[in-house]
């Protein structure tokens, strides 16, 4: 599962980028009850996303050139800068360079050979998010591709991670990709990939994606208030046997984000 207590190679922080931040905060304040911790304008507009006080994602503009409103998983390293050579050695692009958050850590943001959009954060004063896995706040994080084993070649090398093939969850057909942290074990298994055909990822041009999923106590009543703030959901809600009560939302700005309520006990 994933913890506030990440090893390298686990998500450690979660941000989305839109156009209308404002929009953004008051929307998944009605689906979560999320509040927005603005840092001030030295932070160029970034801010912190706070359930009860304890911070479960961080809030920007959007200025990247191309880039779609979207969520980012940022996934814990000891080196940026290492990080940031593998990529580009095993095909993937750097987007933005190694940079530092003044003491809070050192991020970077890349693009996979696939095209998905993710992120590293080596810690500083910040190790990563106050809060995970419970109603309000990422549970799981899931990888969309067009190539499945190009996806684990890739992710494997960068960051040693565990891979577990099982069948899809529920009445899904073809094959669900369990991930771990290298050396982390079943406990800390934090995400899943699956291969899609080109159609269900149209909305990309073919890329793949990632995308999060928070943790709900009532999936149905989560998803009217996805309705009701403007958003949309785009499967679901279905029961898969093991997993819980899950659909894929969109935000108002088109951003794609997953409820998932567990089985009970």
Known sequence: MITTDSVPGSPAWLDLAVRDTDAAAAFYGRVFGWELLPLGPDAGGY???????????GLGALTEDGARPAWTVYFRVRDADLAARSVEQRGGTVRVAPTDVGGRGRLAQFSDPQGGRFA??????????????????????????PDAGGAKAFYGGLFGWATQDMPMPGDGEGTYTLLSPE????????????????EYLAGTGGAAYWHPVFGTDDCDA???????????????????EGV??????????????????????
């Open 47 to 57: 801010g912190f996303l706070r359930l009860d006080g304890a911070t479960v994602a």
């Open 120 to 145: 590293v954060w080596q810690p500083g004063e910040t190790a990563g998010l106050d809060t995970v896995d419970r109603p309000g706040s990422l549970t799981w994080t899931e990888l969309c591709t």
């Open 183 to 198: 050396g982390g074990g079943e406990e800390l298994m934090f995400g899943g990939l699956v291969e899609l055909p080109a």
């Open 222 to 240: 989560a998803l009217d208030r996805v309705r009701a703030g403007g958003g949309s959901v785009r499967m679901g809600p279905d029961d898969a």
């Open 244 to 265: 819980g009560r899950i659909a894929v939302c969109d935000d108002p700005a088109g951003a794609e984000f997953v409820v998932l309520q567990p089985p009970a006990g």
